[in-house]
């Protein structure tokens, strides 16, 4: 199964514990797109539409791109007031719109599923003269390194996924090289920027937010079903809250 599909198999609990993103955030993008009434959008894997609502507050017309057929289904009758709101289940690969006819094409935690020599070249077609492309990410963390909870967990996911990348709070060469691909693509007056929010779970909680992401949905049940049960305890042994630090990266450009 293609690991995009995963997201599409419980639209509510994604729509629930998925984070959404800090109104800084969608004051900077609207403020640098210049979007407004009747603006042309594309939202590139809306979800369940975590970072939707705010661009349809300013009257622009917007097109929304989600592969999962529940996932569509969900946002479009979650704006089902909004007449200026349109879904479109497909990828983005398959999209098919006039070239430069967009003023803003933004992309919420979605944008690394699409292969990089075909998602910006395309975003660049799509895209008037002068349109802007914002592409943004929340990197949860969990707790802190000195954080006995946190280091507990770190060892779980060692013992239970030893190949498991380790995460890192701020990956420097990661935002780098978003912008640096900007860049190569012929995208100008590039802007970089980070938010930070924090969340706090209780165990029950933080295992339904996992079952959102593809990596820990794909699990085999024989190894997922411990796993979760001593992620779980640990937090349980820690005062059953544990406090997941967002770092948001935006990176905006101009065609």
Known sequence: MDKRLTFNEDAANYDKWRPAYCAELFRDIIAYSRIGQGGKVIEIGIGTGQATRPFLETGCELAAIELGADLAEYSQLK???????????????????????????????????????????????????????????????AAREDDEL???????????????TKLIEHDTEKYQAISQNL?????????????????????????ALLNTYSDHR?????????????????????????????TIDLHLGRK
């Open 183 to 207: 860049r190569t693509y012929g995208f100008k007056d590039i802007q970089f920027k980070l938010y930070h929010l924090t969340r706090s779970f209780s165990s029950a909680d933080y295992i």
């Open 150 to 164: 946190h280091q507990h967990i770190q060892r779980i996911y060692q013992q239970y996924r030893p190949s498991n």
């Open 79 to 141: 704006f089902r007031e909004h007449k200026n709101f349109r879904v479109h289940n497909t990828t983005f690969e398959e999209f098919t719109g006039p070239d430069e006819s967009v003023d803003l094409i933004y992309s919420a935690t979605a944008f690394h599923w699409i292969p990089e020599d075909v998602g910006y070249p395309k975003v660049r077609e799509l895209l008037k003269k002068g349109g802007t492309v914002a592409l943004f990410w929340n990197r949860p963390f």
């Open 218 to 246: 794909s699990m085999p049940s024989a190894i997922k079903e411990p796993f979760e049960e001593e992620i779980r305890a640990a937090i349980m042994k820690s005062g059953d809250v544990l406090t997941i630090y967002d």
